[in-house]
């Protein structure tokens, strides 16, 4: 099936008779009335669930789902995306190495590393994933890579392809942060990336009305990451696991139509008073443009950026006049919401070391929805029209 399809009907066999949305299944544990049935569960020599830390149907759905979407052998579902990069960082390396990262990463990605990482022994070389060349100098020692598909919040998109072949060349491990693009527009385990993880709170889910996180790959990284999952009880709530595959399910419509918007909206700001540059992948000039023409081919989602003259202040004018649009620290809900990285997903960095980033005072991400794109645009230029 193509990927549409595959989002509607991943995850679940029907059969007669059967609900056709799933059931909740809320249940802490399953009772049994055999012991060696139990035992054969436990060890995973049965299909079957037992206590909810360990599995849950409403998570194996999503698992299977996402795994499906991403073409991976088996998926984990997690309480957060967070809790999804952790599990697949030390499952990849459970112990320190060297991590060779984007410099342009999340902040919490940032923060996980330096604060909980580097001080049990991990050591970390950011680079600019754009430069093959810092890539290839970087990776002598290293023992994981770790990458963001369209980097938050520039929204840069670096060689995952060739990025993938360098690490594989070497047999270092490459873990791809696929949230901003999803399966539907990108798929890096078909480039050769060894695992992908993804905040299913954003896009995957949809709505704004959950937090989870998930990370596909071969099963035996599956296994050693759901392990690590149980013992520090990092797993998502049956009902998290419920509503995220019921965004999973209209996942395509609406990255064509959050990726439409997007460029459309991409392009406008470039005319608009006041506003300097425009960060986004596919718009014609941007460092990226080659490299996201070729992996992105159907879209690159809902995100971009802009620097805004006059700093903190001529943002705060912006979000005072703006009618529709909304100030939230989130993204890839159905919604268009602008974030504020310095004092968001970036304020825990210095301001050199947001400057050396490239993120100014005036810089504004956009999580731009699935409204009409008239709407989107009118409302941006009435509020960045003084």
């Not at 873990?175 to 527009?185: E, G, K």
Request: proline share 5%; net charge negative.
């Amino acid at each position: 099936m193509k990927e549409a399809s595959r989002a509607v009907h991943a995850g679940r066999e029907l059969v007669a008779r059967s609900p056709l949305a799933p059931d909740l299944s809320p249940a802490a544990v399953h009772v049994y009335t055999d012991l060696d049935d139990y035992d054969a569960v436990a060890r995973g020599d049965r299909p079957g669930h037992y206590y909810g830390r360990n599995s849950n149907s409403n998570r194996a759905m999503l698992e299977e789902a996402v795994a499906e979407l991403e073409g991976a052998e088996a998926g984990l579902a997690t309480s957060s995306g967070m809790a999804a990069l952790h599990v697949a960082i030390l499952a990849l390396a459970p112990k320190p190495v060297t991590i060779v990262a984007t410099r342009e990463l999340y902040g919490g990605t940032l923060a996980l590393i330096r604060q909980d990482l580097e001080p049990i022994g991990y050591e970390s070389v950011f680079i600019d994933m754009t430069d093959l060349g810092a890539v290839r100098r970087s990776l002598d020692g290293a023992g994981l890579v770790l990458v963001e598909t369209i980097t938050n919040p520039l929204c840069r998109m670096p060689d995952v392809e060739v990025i993938a072949t360098l690490a594989r060349e070497r047999g270092i491990p490459l873990l791809v942060d696929n949230t901003f693009a999803t399966p539907i527009l990108f798929r890096p385990l078909e480039v050769g990336a060894t695992a992908v993880m993804h905040s299913a709170t954003k896009y995957i889910g949809g709505h704004s009305d959950l937090i989870a996180g998930i990370v596909v790959g071969s099963r035996d990284l599956i296994s050693a990451a759901r392990a690590r999952s149980v013992r520090t009880g990092s797993n998502l709530s049956p009902f998290d696991a419920w509503l995220a595959l019921r965004g999973l399910r209209t996942l395509d419509v609406r990255m064509r139509r959050h990726s439409d918007n997007g460029i459309a909206l991409a392009r406008a700001l470039r005319a608009m008073p006041g506003v300097g540059y425009v960060h986004h992948p596919l718009l014609e000039g941007s460092p990226s443009y080659e490299t996201a023409k070729r992996l992105l081919a159907e879209g690159a989602g809902g995100m971009l950026a802009f620097d805004l003259d006059g700093g903190r202040e001529a943002v705060q004018r912006m979000l005072s006049r703006f009618q529709m649009v909304r100030f939230a620290a989130s993204l890839g809900g159905l919604e268009t919401t602008v974030s504020y990285p310095e004092i968001t997903s970036h304020r825990a960095l210095t301001p050199e070391e947001r400057r050396e980033l490239g993120v100014r005072p005036g810089t504004v991400r956009i999580s731009v929805g699935i409204e009409a794109a008239e709407d989107i645009l009118a409302d941006f230029a009435q509020a960045l029209s003084a």
